[in-house]
């Protein structure tokens, strides 16, 4: 197994905290993974991506030009990014903040509402969780229990935040796991 994968959105919205738990929860898994943050220098307001690289094997390299799949929370993400999935590979697109269709055919495509989902979950800021959610539904990447064992270690200072954000991510599973059913089927 590997998989490179490229989590981009602007900051504050929390796309390096979902990289960390995907990366946390390979690691539990028993996967060799790296991490890798870039940001501008506007931070909060400006561009934000990581990479995330799982393998079975030693990982060479945490930078990635051709990622398996891309989870992109804004235009100006997908802008960017959506070219650079390989063929096969999965987009994971918040429709809520992305207002045109992917152009790419040649990969899955998974269109989530992220925000409006959360909003309706109760908890405005985590959009993040339903975008991962909807990645480890459509890739089975990792173990969604993995990712919600991370989250609790993760958010033990804030207990309260724990329940909204494992809905969230429930949520995106589901959204994700039947866009992968429907490109299987």
């Known amino acids: 197994m590997y998989n490179e994968i490229i989590l981009a959105g602007f900051g504050g919205q929390g796309v390096l905290l979902i990289g960390k738990l995907l990366t946390y929860?390979?690691?539990?898994a028993g996967l060799e993974v790296t991490w890798m943050p870039a940001y501008g220098p506007e931070m909060r307001g400006g561009t934000c991506n990581c990479t995330v690289v799982m393998s079975s094997r030693e990982v060479g390299s945490p930078i990635t030009s051709k990622p398996h799949a891309a989870i992109v929370l804004n235009l100006q993400s997908i802008d960017?990014?959506?070219s650079t999935v390989r063929p096969g590979g999965i987009l994971?697109?918040?429709t809520?903040?992305?207002n045109r269709p992917a152009i790419r055919t040649d990969i899955t495509v998974v269109p989530v509402a992220c925000n409006q989902i959360a909003v309706e979950a109760g908890a405005a800021k985590a959009a993040n969780m339903v975008a991962l959610g909807a990645y480890i539904g459509a890739s089975g990447v990792v173990d969604l229990d993995l990712v919600k064992q991370?989250?609790?270690e993760k958010l033990a200072s804030r207990p309260k935040l724990v329940g909204i954000n494992q809905i969230c991510l429930d949520r995106g599973f589901e959204i994700g796991h039947a866009?992968?059913?429907v490109v299987a089927g």
């Open 150 to 152: 991370v989250l609790v």
């Open 25 to 28: 929860a390979g690691m539990k």
């Open 96 to 98: 809520s903040l992305i």
């Open 92 to 94: 994971v697109m918040n």
């Open 179 to 181: 866009s992968a059913a």
């Open 80 to 82: 960017k990014f959506e």
